[in-house]
């Protein structure tokens, strides 16, 4: 669902219409009816009030359903997580940003291998051998 249905289907779930939702906010009504439409996007401090005005978090208001968020496998695992105590919320914390950080290395070093690749070799013109 894109944002402007959310914030459509979120004003109209509070019972809200544009101008409630507007004065609630301290937007424009014409702001409120140009993000409905989809002609305009609200900056950050925009989308805040609306969120704080809508009772929801900014995620749920700018984001869909599947666009953020683990999926179901990982959510089931971080649920058993939130069990852990702190210490091993912590260690487990430290596993995932050490496994983050060398999945970042890993797709910098490709990205990089594939840039060299595309390069003509050094003392090589247009990739032959200089004579």
């Known amino acids: 669902m894109s944002f402007p249905s959310r914030l459509i289907q ?3 779930a509070l019972g809200m219409t544009q101008q409630g939702l507007s004065d609630a906010a301290e937007l424009h009504v014409n702001q409120i009816r140009r993000y409905e439409a989809g002609t305009a996007q609200p ?7 609306l969120a704080k005005v809508l009772h929801v978090r900014l995620d749920d208001l700018v984001f869909g359903e599947q666009e953020r968020g683990p999926s179901d ?17 912590q260690t487990v914390r430290e596993l995932l940003e050490g496994m983050i950080l060398k999945h970042e290395a890993r797709r910098w070093d490709s990205a990089r291998a594939e840039a060299a690749a595309k390069k003509p070799a050094a003392g090589t013109k247009r990739g032959q051998p200089v004579a």
């Open 43 to 49: 900056t950050l401090d925009a989308l805040i009030r």
């Open 73 to 89: 496998d990982l959510a089931l695992q971080f649920e058993a997580v939130s069990q852990f105590s702190e210490a091993e919320k």
């Open 10 to 12: 979120l004003r109209k």
